[in-house]
């Protein structure tokens, strides 16, 4: 455990309801009580953006996009923060990584990615092994893997998610889902809202440990890992930095 950081605003008490990693030592965090964006320092909250109903937000390396509660999601220009476009129904946005080109938006049936600022989408269905269309219940987070195979946690069915890189369902992992990242060796990291820790695993399955956040962490809201493999785990008003060390054999929080 690094520290806690706290978000203060006059008007709400504030609500972290994400935070996406977009330098080493920089991240965007989502105050959904008080529709604002805060670009943030390890040292400082940053200077907050006004979006009316933001809930979430992912960093890619040429855009950021914050969904909205209507189910739009807003691209932005990374470096000068100009608007660029908006694309609807979307449940869930999701990025490789801030070091990737590749943005992901997800609905109960689908996948559309796209790479520059033209908003040229590549859509596909997703469908399970039988090749038959499936769709998810009420989907809320996601992750994509470098090898373009990504992972969806579903709130209504207790499920995440996940498919190959050709959008066709592998497997299905039951817990109580909430936020998902991956890290730079595709090591996928789900967070348990209602048991207070984040489950890690591989796309296979073969390997699968929990991670306890009690006392630093409860409710864990969203997460996030850095290129030099922090985890930013916001919940309530705050966010909590861990430094991560794993490997297939043992992972921990210091």
């Not at 979430?56 to 999601?73: E, L, P, Q, Y």
């Not at 009420?138 to 090898?147: A, E, H, K, Q, V």
């Not at 195979?149 to 369902?169: G, N, P, R």
């Not at 997460?223 to 705050?238: G, R, W, Y």
């Amino acid at each position: 455990f690094i520290s806690s950081k706290r978000l203060s605003n006059i008007n709400h008490r504030t609500k972290m309801s994400c935070i996406a990693w977009w330098k080493k030592k920089s991240f965007l965090a989502i105050d959904q009580s008080n529709s604002s964006v805060h670009f943030c320092s390890l040292a400082s909250p940053g200077n907050p953006m006004m979006v009316e109903n933001c809930v979430d937000c992912t960093v890619t390396s040429w855009c950021f996009a914050i969904r909205t509660g209507s189910s739009n999601v807003l691209v932005y220009e990374l470096n000068s923060s100009s608007f660029l476009y908006q694309l609807s129904s979307v449940s869930v946005v999701a990025a490789v990584s801030p070091l990737s080109p590749i943005l992901a938006c997800i609905s109960k049936s689908m996948i559309s990615l796209t790479t520059n600022k033209k908003a040229q989408l590549h859509v596909m269905t997703l469908t399970d092994k039988e090749g038959k269309h499936l769709s998810m219940g009420n989907p809320r987070f996601g992750c994509i893997l470098t090898s373009g195979k990504f992972a969806v946690s579903d709130w209504e069915k207790d499920f995440v998610y996940f498919f190959d890189e050709k959008s066709v369902l592998f497997r299905k992992e039951f817990c109580s889902p909430g936020s998902i990242a991956v890290d730079k060796e595709d090591l996928i990291y789900i967070a348990d809202y209602f048991e207070h820790c984040i489950i890690a695993t591989n796309f296979e399955g073969s390997f699968r440990k929990r991670i306890d956040l009690v006392p630093h962490v409860i409710h864990p809201r969203s997460i996030s890992i850095s290129p030099d493999n922090k985890l930013a785990v916001a919940f309530e008003n705050n966010v909590a930095l861990f430094q991560m060390n794993n490997t297939t054999d043992q992972l921990s929080l210091s």
